[in-house]
Structure formats: C-alpha cells, structure tokens
C-alpha cells in the first residue's frame, strides 16, 4: 500500500520559514517523479514545484526564489523548504508521487500551512 505523509506545517508570521517533509512508503521512490501542491480555501489545487526523479527541479512563478525542494532517495522523502512566507502562501500542501511505471498518481494527506500578516 503507497502511503505519502507530509508533516512539517504550522503557523508561522510573514517573513518567516517553514521546512515540510514527504515521506513516501510502499512504492519506489528513487525512480518516480514527486510534486508539492496547495489549495487555499474557495480555490483550486495548485503546483507549487515539481522534483523529477534525476532531482530536477520546476517552481510556480508565484514562489520562485522562496521556496526550494529537494528529495532524499535514501530516506524516501521530499522536502520543501519555505522561505518569506507571505500570507498568500497560506495553504493546505499536498505532495503527489507520480508513479512512471503505472501513471498512477498518489497523494498524501495534506498539511496545512497558516502565515499570519
């Protein structure tokens, strides 16, 4: 069974940073491309970066030079992390495992992320 948990939100003032984490079981890792998403409240779900298996890295212009994510394939886990956060970027992240070998895609529970103004 493919299980995704992100853990790692909070509330946190603007200007300030926040480091979420995926860990992703029940599924090679190494090999499938991982995605970090938000849907604030009233709008649709949204990428906010794309890691590919190699670690190659896409962002939404919106957190472009704030946020970095990265990957851990001996750890299986993803990480994004968050730097001057604005309230904008208050959200509930998801990250998503794209698995190449079914096209499947696999979502973990969601972590929300509060930035106060």
């Known amino acids: 069974q493919v299980q995704l948990v992100e853990s790692g939100g909070g509330l946190v003032q603007a200007g300030g940073s926040l480091r979420l984490s995926c860990a992703a079981s029940?599924?090679?890792?190494?090999?499938?491309?991982m995605g970090w998403y938000r849907q604030a409240p009233g709008k649709q779900r949204e990428l906010v970066a794309a890691?590919?298996?190699?670690?190659?890295?896409n962002y939404a212009a919106s957190v472009k030079g704030r946020f970095t994510s990265s990957r851990d394939n001996a750890k299986n886990t993803v990480y994004l992390q968050m730097n001057s956060l604005k309230p904008e970027d208050t959200a509930v992240y998801y990250c998503?495992?794209?698995?190449?070998?079914?096209?499947?895609?696999?979502w973990g529970q969601g972590t929300q992320v509060t930035v106060s103004s």
């Open positions: 998503k495992l794209h698995s190449r070998n079914t096209g499947t895609d696999y």
């Open positions: 029940g599924i090679s890792f190494s090999s499938n491309a």
């Open positions: 890691v590919a298996s190699g670690g190659n890295t």
